[in-house]
């Protein structure tokens, strides 16, 4: 005989096992409060606009040349993060890490058909991203005419430093959040589990439900008075 499970049923497992959800819920949510807020490092981000356009000698817009300028970006991209040009950022701000570590914190990022590309670092110092942003953009800019022969790059616009920085991550209430959302799942998962796994009889339904029988009849409970 199969056993079907109703809403009813449900609910009677959700309303028995709410404090066991709770707890596990709460537990959740506490740990990644505990986590993102005391023990993850704050990140923090700084961005440098790069503008790729050769400079001509006169004042005309040439589709060819801005197209070209738009697809030299990706080239670029990998250009600026190559011990070319890390190396020498590394040198000048007297940075202990290697290009491969500082190549992990940038990030270059582009829109279609634009000839401007933004350059972002993250770092746990809001100063020091700020530093190796513009160190990064200058030095690409000033080494890409030796590289590559081309003059068509310009920084826009420069990193500052903010009076009150905002890390990018961790993000506590989000992180919270999540945690509510799967401790709230894996609750109510180990609450349907545990019923399942009781085989508890306690009245007449659970008799039918666990042995599939039709139930006769039942004695009352009989109190002895001395």
């Given amino acids: 005989m199969e056993e079907t499970i109703s809403i009813e049923d449900i609910f009677q497992t959700l309303k028995k096992r709410w404090k066991l959800i ?11 409060g505990t986590i993102s807020y005391f023990l993850l490092t704050p990140v923090y981000e700084s961005s440098t606009q790069i503008l790729v356009n050769q400079k001509q000698s006169e004042n005309q817009l040439d589709s060819t040349q801005i197209q070209s300028n738009i697809d030299m970006i990706n080239t670029y991209s990998v250009i600026i993060k ?11 701000l007297e940075l ?8 992990e914190k940038i990030t270059i990022n582009s829109q279609e058909n634009s000839q401007v590309f933004s350059l972002t670092v993250q770092d746990s110092n809001p100063t020091k991203a700020v530093e190796i942003a513009n160190t990064v953009s200058e030095t690409f800019q000033k080494e890409i005419k030796n590289i590559m022969n081309v003059d068509n790059v310009s920084v826009l ?14 993000s506590p209430l989000l992180n ?4 509510v959302v799967i401790g709230l799942m894996a609750g109510i998962g180990l609450a349907f589990l545990l019923e399942y796994m009781d085989n508890t009889i306690r009245d007449e ?7 599939g029988l039709p139930l006769l009849g039942s004695i009352q409970k009989i109190s002895q008075h001395k």
């Fill in 82 to 92: 190559s011990p070319a040009i890390l190396e020498k950022v590394i040198d000048d």
């Fill in 96 to 103: 202990e890490q290697s290009v491969e570590q500082l190549s």
């Fill in 205 to 211: 339904k659970d008799i039918e439900k666990l042995l």
């Fill in 176 to 179: 919270i959040a999540i945690a």
């Fill in 157 to 170: 616009a420069k990193a500052e430093v903010k009076e009150n920085p905002t890390p990018v991550k961790p």
């Fill in 22 to 32: 709770m707890l596990l819920t709460l537990s959740v949510a506490l740990i990644s």
